[in-house]
């Protein structure tokens, strides 16, 4: 698939290692970001995800305006696909249909395993001794698209879910590469 304009989506420590990575991509694509304010964490990304789009001249668009125009966003980009990283709201149905059924979503594990939400605390309870990201297409069911890449991440016995989230933030930007 050949992606020219991407409207990315994304929160959370893994959104923002997309947003810095996104300079070395600015020949091949062109990016909008959505993002929002993330509640009840230990320390929400949302600001540092707009600094970094300003920082690079992308637009970027709130949540809320997502929400009522994210149809026209779409149009008015030219969107090709819809990437999600660290991303909790669906994509509506008329935007789907805009890109094509284009609509990437990564996944905190070795997808089926794991699938839905807080799969890297789930693995860790678990006792699980890797984990990983999978890169996906959005489907109907909750994490059941077909899989386009995914990397195994090895868990050490003292890790905790921010140390997998830094070890996996490197391949987070892969989803940029994927053709």
Known sequence: MKLNSIVLCLATEKGLAVAKSLQRFRSLHTFTICTFREENVAECFQNRILL????????????????????????EVKADAIICIGWRYLVPDEVVTLVQGNVIVAHDSLLPKFRGFAPLPTALICGEKET?????????????????????????????IRDLIKKRSPYTSKVLRLR
Not at 54 to 69: F, K, M, N, T, Y
Not at 135 to 140: H, Q, T
């Open 52 to 75: 970094e789009a300003g920082r690079q001249g992308i637009r970027h668009v709130a949540l809320p305006e997502w929400r009522d125009s994210a149809g026209q966003i779409v149009r």
């Open 132 to 160: 990983g990201v999978t890169f996906l297409r959005a489907s109907a069911v909750v994490d059941a698209g077909a899989v386009y890449w995914q990397k195994a991440i090895y868990i050490e016995d003292d890790d905790t």
